[in-house]
């Protein structure tokens, strides 16, 4: 977003809501989908929120106990990361803490954190989960836009919950109006572009051309099998939690024409985990001189979408945001989740 404030001489750094047509995730990538595009919230107060909502909600059960990464319920409280997610959306909510302060001083009463994930006027987003009773089946896609009943009155705080309840971190989650059962969807989800792009084909049907912007959370480590039951195991557990196969296919089928670009930190962040919010520096050096490295292909990224807002805007009048269905283009963006503890 700083490159398109630089790029067409903007005074502030832009939202990234006002340039994109879809935007979503899963887990970790679904909660920031969320952040940025059904609160609308900038990318600095996106990181800050995200770094806080992770300091509170990876505390440990037991914490002076060896984890359990294969514990059913999970190694940390789900209350904790509900009760940082509603923090989040009453933070976002400018009156809110006012209102609260003024009325009994307790912002914990405050009913700003119920409010619901749909909301038509929003960029739409999508996040990813699967029930807890077929991981196999087809992941359920929680929409700000969506008109079925199933789903029309879930809150934000609980799609949140739905699509990070990764099974080694946070115990399940039932929501709707039929309290089904869900998790992440991270075996065979992880990288959800496929999902999108196919799900924006869905809700842009007029449109000719998409453009796709991909954020990873860095290559995991290579993939081999030892002689043994235990590596063979935990290979097709790699294999099945992989990103990087979405990304080759997507690649093929988009790179050519420059409408793909993917961003994702090439090494040192193999062993950074989900859990590991405090690894921020870490994260943030390795993060840095990738994008350094990779600076011509963040221009030309920033340049894809300024034009894409360009021509939305001359196609709807003033609007800043970019949710048309131009036959032009329709921007897709998703980010991925990252991978789990119990890969190790």
Known sequence: MEQIRDEDHLKDVPLPHQYFDLMGGTSTGGIIAIMLGRLRMPVDA??????????????????????????????????????AIKKVIKEQRGECSEHCKNKDGNS???SHADMPFRDIDCTKTAVLAVTKVNVEAAPTL?????????????????????????????????????????IDAAFGHNNPCEILIKEARRVFPDATKFQILSIGTGMGKVI???????????????????????????????????????????RGLEDVTLAEWDEKST???????????????MLKCAQMLSKHRKNATVEKGSTPQAETDSKETAVSVQVDRVQTAFEK
């Open 46 to 83: 996106c990181i800050r929120a995200y770094t806080a909502l992770a300091k509170e909600a990876f505390v440990p059960k037991h914490p002076y106990l060896p984890t359990l990464p294969g514990h059913p319920k999970g190694q940390f409280f789900a209350t904790n990361l509900e009760n």
């Open 108 to 110: 914990e009463s405050c």
């Open 142 to 182: 929680f929409k700000t836009y969506d008109t079925s009943t199933t789903f029309r009155d879930c809150t934000i705080w609980e799609v949140a919950r739905a699509t990070s309840a990764a099974t080694s971190f946070f115990k399940s989650i039932k929501c709707g109006r039929d309290e089904i059962e869900f």
């Open 224 to 266: 081999d099998i030892k002689d043994s039951r235990k590596s063979i195991l935990r290979a097709l557990k790699e294999m099945t939690t992989s990103s990087k196969h979405v990304a080759d296919r997507v690649a093929d089928a988009y790179a050519v024409d420059e409408d793909y670009f993917r961003f994702n930190v090439d």
């Open 283 to 297: 994260i943030s050096g390795h993060t840095h001189n990738y994008l350094e490295k990779e600076g011509d292909r």
